[in-house]
């Protein structure tokens, strides 16, 4: 498995070290201040944003919690006030939610593309959506669902579920929210609980004030030396700027329209055991409107790196080491 080399001892102790009540249930999660995630119809070009059509999100449910639980979709439906039109509303998306053997375990769980078995494990509920007005701008839940159907991931202390969303026709955007929720009808959070993704898919504000930072977070693991980000038809617009507690403001590159950029950046030794803040900071002047974007992450073994929706350790502040120099 890609992810499980060197991180997996390590990130226990740091779930173990979290406060009681977590919010990263939600997806996106409230510290990443992201508006929406967005997959596209597959006969959309990649110009749009969505490199692949697809975007699996994984939750991770506490071993201790027994109750049924659901998975929740705001705005299911591709065809209203929030989606993207693409000439006329022709698109449908399916829903899937997965558990059981292999569901994350499978090595092409965690993957960047939806490709070979990525639809591993057992499927527990699917819904095709297209467009329905009684679901715009709604909450639509799956479940109940039991904690048990999981896959138990021993290292994770945690059973973890994967939901997959697929653009199976048209070439309109779909722009969703997920939550996982004690209650069918409200977004309840379960103590611990957390999500994760490999491959971020994602719309950006449109608002170019500060205020309107977005923050994605990767978990750096015991042995990374350094990590590979790559981006995707940012438009150019803006700054990738990355933040940790060692890392006051480091500029990497944005992708352009509808290619990839690829960079490397070194690990540091405080960085070690924490999370990133990837921080994107739209363009001044002209707004680029609708910028729909993708990121992944990779150490130096090629090995995929997780967003976590409440990032591990929790939000990276920059501590700038004072050094005492002796008086002359």
């Known amino acids: ?149 999981g ?46 993704t490999y491959e971020y898919t994602f719309r950006m504000w449109n608002n170019n004030d500060t205020s309107f930072v977005s923050h994605i977070y990767p978990f750096i693991d015991s042995g990374c030396v350094y990590v590979q980000q790559r981006n995707f038809d940012w438009d150019s617009d803006g700054d990738f700027i990355v933040v940790s507690v060692e890392r006051k403001g480091q500029v990497l590159p944005l992708s352009g329209e509808d290619v990839w950029e690829t960079s490397r950046m070194p690990i540091l030794e405080g960085e070690i055991g924490k999370s990133l803040d990837f921080r994107f900071y739209k363009r001044k002047g002209e707004l680029v409107k609708n910028n729909n974007v993708v990121v992944s992450v990779q150490n130096q073994y090629g090995e995929n790196l997780p967003f976590f929706s409440a990032p591990i350790g929790g939000v990276p502040v920059y501590k700038p080491r004072i050094k005492v120099v002796p008086k002359k």
Request: glycine fraction near 10%.
């Open 151 to 196: 896959e138990y991931y021993p290292k994770f202390l945690s059973n973890i579920f994967k939901i997959v969303c697929d653009g199976v026709s048209g070439d309109d955007g779909n722009l969703y929210r997920y939550a996982l929720s004690r209650r069918p009808d409200a977004n309840v959070p379960i103590d611990g609980a957390n999500a994760f």
């Open 1 to 149: 498995m890609r992810f499980a080399r060197f991180i997996l001892p390590l990130l226990v102790l740091v779930l173990n070290a979290l406060p009681t009540v977590v919010r990263g249930q939600e997806v996106p999660g409230p510290d990443e201040n992201i508006p929406h995630l967005i997959t596209f119809g597959p006969k959309a070009g990649t110009s749009w944003g969505d490199d692949d059509f697809s975007q699996t999100f994984f939750f991770a449910i506490p071993k201790d919690y027994k109750d049924p639980f659901y998975i929740r979709v705001w705005d299911p439906e591709i065809g209203g006030k929030t989606d993207e039109l693409n000439n006329f509303w022709d698109t449908k998306m399916v829903y899937s939610i997965y558990g059981g053997r292999g569901c994350y375990t499978h090595p092409d769980a965690n993957g960047i593309s939806p490709s070979g078995n990525y639809k591993s494990g057992t499927l527990l509920a699917t819904r095709t959506f297209g467009m329905d007005n009684k679901l715009d701008e709604r909450w639509f839940t799956f479940g109940p669902f039991n904690p048990a159907d």
